[in-house]
């Protein structure tokens, strides 16, 4: 009976969430180029909206995200950057701003979505990873001005994972036009399917917390990233929450749920593996160039099957917030 209550109230809160329009609380708003303390909650800056890491001839649009502080004031802070996966912002990444606000750290928390007039991303094509990405840096860059802002960490889920996995190769961070540097980045069940050359140089602190259930973004790719750069001074770490699927850590997930349509991307070969050439454009392994919309779809279509299951795990989840803790605690607060 209440799994049927429950299911009920979700095609109910689905139906709704459909039926409001897109609001973006930016709107006729300058953005920011310089914080202060005093900034807190909303704010609007400026990014480039790229597919990938490529900036030449891209337009620039101003995009919003929260900044919560410590309820302990303080005269200097470290800071976590937050960026969502392909659902958007969900009500579960609240707990982790509550664990990182009580360590004492400071929070920016962005919204990838509403200034590109995106409630979801099914497709997982309407914008990539780096574009994710590149919001990142262009928040890095901006809270950076903030003089009580030290140290910033980066911390993504799913297809927002992907900006913290690239952060741990330097010739990525070269590419990009900041000279701002994350100093620790987490990615929790984050897409892997990036590789790079065995002598590429690693440089900020990786942790990757993967499902090994996880049939959305399987951890093959993630366990191969790690097999590959571990022994490079020993600054990635990944962990594989036992009996987990993707979203393990979302409780509206409790009961679980299957998509027929979703992409399994268990498909691992030159042709559905991706890298970065020097010029910051995706292409897979054997050459082909993944820049828009149309050739992520055809990319995806390639290399997935489809059906995934995605469900909430209480154990993976606790572990989960004490691995975010003490990774932080490590290379970020006592950095």
């Not at 973006?24 to 990938?52: A, H």
């Not at 914008?127 to 809270?143: P, R, W």
């Not at 987990?244 to 268990?266: E, Q, V």
């Not at 593996?273 to 054997?286: F, R, S, V, Y």
Request: glycine letters at 6%; proline letters at 4%; hydrophobic letters at 35%.
């Amino acid at each position: 009976m209440y799994r049927g209550l429950f299911l009920i109230l979700v095609c109910l809160s689905i139906l709704s969430s459909c039926s409001r329009e897109i609001q973006d609380p930016c709107t006729n708003k300058k953005p920011s180029d310089q914080l202060t303390q005093m900034d807190i909650g909303l704010v609007c800056f400026e990014t480039v909206d790229s597919y990938d890491l490529n900036y030449a001839n891209k337009n620039k649009i101003i995009i919003n995200g929260n900044i919560f502080y410590p309820n302990v004031q303080q005269d200097s802070y470290n800071a976590v950057i937050m960026t969502h996966g392909s659902g958007g912002q969900r009500r579960y990444h609240n707990k982790y701003i509550e664990l990182l606000t009580d360590m004492g750290l400071v929070v920016f928390q962005l919204d990838h979505y509403s200034a590109r007039n995106i409630k979801y991303d099914k497709k997982f094509s309407k914008v990539s990873g780096l574009t994710f990405m590149n919001d990142a840096y262009a928040a890095l860059k901006l809270i950076k001005t903030n003089p009580v802002i030290n140290n910033v960490g980066y911390l993504g889920w799913s297809q927002g994972g992907v900006g913290p996995i690239l952060s741990h190769f330097k010739f990525i961070n070269d590419i990009l036009p900041f000279d701002e540097r994350f100093h620790a980045s987490i990615a929790l069940y984050p897409y892997c399917g990036f590789t790079f050359p065995n002598n590429a140089e690693t440089e900020t602190p990786l942790l990757m917390i993967t499902g090994s259930d996880d049939d959305l973004t399987p951890e093959a790719a993630c366990r191969n990233i790690y097999s590959k750069f571990f022994r490079n001074d020993k600054k990635i770490k990944f962990i594989s929450m036992e009996n987990a699927r993707h979203g393990f850590d979302n409780p509206f997930l409790y009961f679980g749920f299957t998509f027929d349509k979703l992409p399994n991307l268990k498909i691992i070969n030159k042709e559905c593996t991706l890298t970065i050439n020097k010029n910051g454009e995706i292409n897979n392994m054997e050459g082909v160039l993944i820049n828009t919309r149309e050739m992520s779809e055809y990319f995806l279509n390639k290399c997935s099957f489809k059906g995934v299951t995605v469900k909430y795990n209480s154990q993976a989840t606790k572990k989960t917030l004490n691995e975010v803790k003490q990774f932080f605690n490590e290379n970020l607060i006592n950095k």
